[in-house]
């Protein structure tokens, strides 16, 4: 499902070298499905179909981050740690959300997301999750989970892909294709 993503790295990686900007990509030992299983149980959601194969390509990443990366992304590395765009793995995906839950589901509310990727050079405390209640083909849709917003918020103007794999996607054609920042739904100039 990710045969895309090495042309992309490479392509992404060319036009940060020709603009001196060193931010590198971190990638994990692939997940086994008993590790996806058992994040979806701790989780007590199915996640979708298209997050479920990047874990089986690699269990979390650090996409365009500081170009030596401190930290091995492990469940005790902090989720911020090396200011790029932090795709949890199986083993920090349940504590990241209960982190984000402790803010953003009230103590009698449904969760109705799943917190998945920090945004981490951003340095607001946003992050991304997927939409629980918009599950159809096995995908969910993407949301841009704004610290100043609730959930509802999000849901009703903030859906930024249909699925993880076009959220992937979007994010290396931004800085490939239009030399912007990755995170192409806050439009900002590429820039070290």
């Not at 365009?64 to 790029?84: H, L």
């Not at 849709?141 to 704004?146: E, G, N, W």
């Not at 979007?170 to 100039?189: A, H, L, M, T």
């Amino acid at each position: 499902m990710y045969t895309w993503l090495s042309e992309k790295i490479e392509q992404a990686q060319k036009i940060l070298k020709a603009q001196n900007i060193q931010l590198g990509f971190k990638f994990n030992s692939p997940a086994t499905q008993g590790e996806i299983q058992r994040c979806e149980e701790e989780l007590g959601f199915i996640l979708p179909d298209s997050y479920k194969e990047f874990l089986k390509f690699s269990n979390g990443a650090n996409i365009f981050c500081i170009d030596q990366p401190r930290f091995e992304i492990t469940q005790a590395t902090p989720w911020w740690a090396d200011s790029g765009i932090l795709i949890q793995s199986t083993s920090a995906i349940v504590p990241f959300n209960q982190e984000q839950d402790e803010v953003y589901v009230e103590d009698d509310g449904e969760k109705k997301y799943i917190a998945f990727c920090y945004l981490g050079y951003i340095c607001t405390g946003d992050f991304c999750s997927f939409d629980l209640t918009t599950y159809a083909d096995s995908e969910y849709k993407v949301l841009d989970s704004q610290h100043d917003y609730m959930f509802e918020e999000w849901q009703a103007e903030h859906i930024i892909a249909n699925s993880f794999e076009d959220w992937l996607i979007k994010i290396f054609d931004e800085v490939i294709q239009n030399n912007r920042r990755p995170e192409y739904w806050i439009p900002s100039p590429l820039q070290g």
